[in-house]
């Protein structure tokens, strides 16, 4: 009897990402940053919500497959290391003091990048009680890299593209 229980199916496995397209997003952003700080990128996570989809997928960005580490950019801990805070989730009400401190604990220049649907404009959750809405409801916000969540090379490619455009 118990043989003829359902067993999911396995998932499929993820395709490898393409080494050329990492290392030149990788090598741009890079050269990006130095160009515009003089130094590597700190990047901080702002959780305004979320359900973890968008942590993992910044998770990736730390594993062995795109290190960032090896590139200059970098996690920090605090606010006042941070260069980029990256928002993820739907801003929540009870969330809304911890990201306006971590703006006004970030020196100067820094950016503001919603990640993934939810920080963008609320997501799924728009319109709930609980809800303000994105991070643009707080803080500025210069880049939104959409998704549900957002991949790392979408991430990558938006960090670099936020960069670039500030460098000119």
């Known amino acids: 009897m118990i043989g003829r229980f359902w067993k999911p199916r396995a998932a499929d496995p993820l395709p490898p990402p393409d080494e050329d397209t990492t290392r030149s997003l990788l090598e741009r952003l890079d050269s990006a940053a130095q ?3 003089g130094r590597s990128l700190a990047l901080l996570h702002v959780n305004g919500g979320s359900c973890g989809g968008c942590e993992m997928e910044l998770r990736a960005l730390r594993g062995v497959l795109y ?7 970098r996690f920090v801990t605090a606010p006042a290391q941070a260069d980029v805070l990256l928002v993820t989730g ?3 009400r ?3 003091v911890a990201l306006e401190q971590a703006w006004d604990a970030t020196p100067d220049p820094k950016w503001v990048v919603a990640v993934g649907d939810c920080a963008v404009d609320g997501g799924v959750f728009k319109g709930s009680y609980a809800i303000l809405g994105g991070a643009g409801a707080v803080v500025p916000v210069d880049l939104t890299i959409s998704g549900c969540p957002p991949s790392p090379v979408r991430l990558l490619s938006g960090l670099r593209a936020l960069l670039e455009a500030n460098a000119r």
Request: without cysteine; aromatic residues 6%; positive net charge.
């Open 35 to 37: 160009m515009r700080l």
């Open 67 to 73: 290190d960032l580490e090896r590139f200059g950019l």
């Open 90 to 92: 739907a801003l929540t």
């Open 94 to 96: 009870t969330l809304r």
